[in-house]
């Protein structure tokens, strides 16, 4: 267990040296415009640009501006200043991560709690009206674009534009730290529009996962041993049914932390998505970089994460 | 008959039908049979007869919304056919146990062994965790696992097949049934550990004074333990008679085959094994007649429209079988079959004996 978890370990630090040079690679390719004449401004004169080049060290060898950069990262976790603004981008990213936390975490536990339920009763009332309708309302929910759905929730419901004016509504996210109340209802539609392209999938995941282990064996054991068809299912056939949404949660949360770029653009929640929005659209790069490189240990974290809370579901794994 | 206490178990004409896309499964087709207390009824036939499914129906676990199932399964007076669910849970387990061909598969992967068998009192008993654990470490002993109060905490995965096994029995006898169903208990087993295990089931039974009934494609398992046979073909049974009787003077030609194709010590080593030809029927398009006759050496062109019943042989009214045949032709065919002949050389006899009507 300790050994695989290592290799585990391991094998995530390649992963990230690689990410590192790819996510370098490509925008030193790929540039949409010249770093340094941004950096200088509009009126400004062929020697302040090449002053800002070489301050950037932009005029040193590539191999030595990636050495400098993975020096950097890797030794102070120092992810360059913005282009735009001259902040650290180690700062901004996390001045934005407690927004992009939260929108993460309050819609993981929506998804959750409604994904879970409705896959639990859809496969064992299977074919009924109810199940029908659940999946028909979780086919729209994976299939509307988040960006139309928070739109339309703005429209209906926004304190400022909305049709019915329940809940604040884009731009008035405010930490959890400084106000609870408002922190909780500012990103009550967020979550929401986040939750539900997932709670659709993990519902539709969920069903399919737990018909099958219906028809496994063990749960026929455990039905002719006189247990109540709930307790069959909710701990003998769930418990086996939720492995599978484990692996894809992991990913999903991965994902999350690293910003959900369209739900913040749209609530204008001031998070590592809308950030990475913002640095694309000013082609500030070293932000791009910060970002995808966080985004990147998120997901490869989390990775590790289900690995080891695999091995802690099934005890078959431990021992393999 | 008046004077005699009822059977443990009673089954009357049960039909379990199965809707599905192609058409309706006719799995269990007008069976019938009695278990008395402590007895153990074999009941035989090839994969597809309708054997584990007519049993799984005793404890209700074929239940679904596309089964339809009919007739009457009397358990000690009551019909658990027409049982509510939620009182036959109780029976489950409790009165009537289950065990099932791989032990790996139907124990659940997660959990311990011991949690398992702990869960299975549980259910039934009021008693507490404590308890019901010193009782798992009693049954897992009973059931010849050595160091019981080790191996209790052992996962499943990390016992070897028989010692699965023997859990699995451990759990049926938690509640000390009186009714032990063993669908194919030793088929996924080595054949020394197929052995134990069959030793195992009789030297329990003998303690525990319970009935069994035994399903397996394999006569020889039976034939140690059984004290009735019933051969299944294609959802009905075709021929059932005390033990002794149906090996001493097998009536159906389906039970010849069965006996034909399993090598044994007293054969001679120079006979050869004589296969059942063809393939079990299906269970949605059955064959017209005796279901049998598409595969049967012995098939009269009458065959393919009568559909016989089972009717006792002469002289023996606990043995009986559902054959065309008639009974002289019957015997001629076995004594030809035991004197080392092909069933088509038989054949060619039986045909010169079955006169009309």
Redesign the interface.
């Known amino acids: 267990m300790g050994r695989y978890i290592i290799r585990r370990l391991l094998w995530a630090l390649v992963l990230l040296v690689l990410v590192i040079a790819l996510t370098f690679a490509i925008f030193y390719l790929l540039p949409s415009a010249d770093p340094a004449q941004l950096r200088a401004g509009r009126n400004a004169t062929a020697q302040n640009i090449a002053d800002i080049r070489h301050n950037l060290g932009l005029d040193k060898p590539v191999y030595v501006q990636f050495w400098d950069y993975l020096k950097a990262v890797v030794l102070h976790f120092d992810l360059g200043y913005s282009y735009q603004s001259d902040a650290s981008v180690k700062s901004l990213i996390l001045d934005r991560l407690p927004a992009t936390v939260s929108l993460a975490a309050g819609a993981i536990v929506i998804w959750m709690l409604v994904g879970i339920p409705v896959g639990v009763i859809s496969a064992v009332r299977r074919r009924s009206l109810l199940d029908r309708a659940a999946m028909t309302v979780a086919l729209i929910g994976v299939s509307v674009p988040v960006f139309w759905l928070g739109l339309v929730l703005l429209y209906l419901f926004a304190a400022d534009i909305g049709k019915f004016p329940l809940l604040p509504g884009a731009n008035t996210y405010v930490p959890l730290t400084s106000d609870p109340v408002k922190w909780l209802t500012s990103l009550i539609m967020p979550w929401f529009v986040l939750a539900a392209s997932s709670a659709a999938v993990y519902a539709r995941l969920l069903r399919g996962s737990l018909i099958e282990t219906m028809q496994e064996d063990y749960i026929r054991t455990a039905r002719a041993k006189g247990l109540l068809e709930r307790t069959v299912v909710m701990r003998h056939g769930l418990r086996s049914a939720l492995t599978p949404l484990v692996t894809v949660m992991g990913l999903d949360i991965g994902v999350l932390l690293g910003g959900a770029l369209l739900t913040e653009t749209v609530f204008n929640v001031p998070g590592i998505g809308r950030l990475n929005y913002e640095a694309i659209v000013h082609s500030d790069y070293p932000i791009i970089q910060g970002t995808v490189l966080v985004a990147a240990i998120f997901i490869i974290l989390a990775n590790i994460a289900v690995d080891i809370v695999y091995a802690f579901l099934d005890p078959r794994v431990r021992y393999s | 008959m008046s004077s005699q206490p009822p059977p443990l178990l009673e089954i009357e004409d049960l039909r379990v039908e199965f809707a599905t896309d192609d058409g309706i499964v006719h799995a269990v087709d007008g069976v019938s049979y009695q278990v008395e207390r402590g007895q153990t009824l074999g009941i035989v036939g090839e994969s597809g007869s309708g054997k584990s499914v007519g049993a ?1 129906t005793i ?1 209700g ?1 074929t239940r679904a ?1 596309n089964a339809s199932i009919s007739g009457r399964i009397l358990f000690e007076g009551r019909d658990l056919v027409a049982m509510p ?1 939620h009182e036959l ?6 009165e009537i ?2 065990i ?1 061909q ?1 032990p790996l ?6 959990y311990r062994v011991g949690h398992q068998l702990v ?2 009192i549980r ?2 008993r009021d008693v507490t965790k404590a308890a019901a654990r010193e009782r798992v470490v009693e049954l897992l002993g009973l059931v010849g696992i050595p160091d019981p109060k080790r191996r209790i905490d052992d ?1 499943p ?2 016992l070897s097949g028989g010692m699965r096994q023997r859990a ?1 029995i451990a ?1 049926a006898l938690a509640n000390e049934p009186k009714l032990l169903v063993a669908d194919e208990p030793t088929t996924a087993l080595d054949v020394t550990v197929q052995a134990q295990i069959l030793g195992l089931m009789e030297r329990l039974q003998r303690e525990l004074g319970m009935a069994i009934i035994l399903i397996t494609h394999d006569l020889g398992v039976v034939a140690e333990m059984a004290d009735d046979i019933a051969v299944m073909y294609a959802g009905r049974i075709v021929e059932v008679g005390p033990t002794l009787a149906l090996f001493d003077a097998p009536q159906h030609p389906y039970t010849w085959g069965l006996l034909k194709s399993i090598p044994s010590l007293e054969h001679d080593p120079g006979d050869e094994l004589i296969p059942i030809p063809g393939r079990p029927p299906s269970l949605i398009h059955r064959p017209t007649g005796c279901h049998f006759h598409p595969r049967c050496a012995y098939a009269q062109p009458a065959h393919a429209r009568t559909d016989p019943s089972l009717a006792p042989v002469a002289g023996q009214p606990a043995h009986r079988v559902a054959c065309l045949l008639d009974e002289r032709a019957r015997r001629a065919a076995w004594a030809a079959l035991e004197a080392g002949e092909a069933p088509a050389a038989s054949a060619a006899l039986s045909t010169a004996e079955d006169g009309p009507g």
Not at chain 2, 89 to 94: D, K, L, M
Request: hydrophobic share 40%; glycine share 6%; charged share 20%.
């Open positions: 799984g404890l676990l919304s669910a849970r109780r029976v489950r387990g409790s146990s289950m099932f791989d598969s139907s124990l659940h992967p997660f869960e299975a259910v039934h996962y995965h990390e699995m759990m």
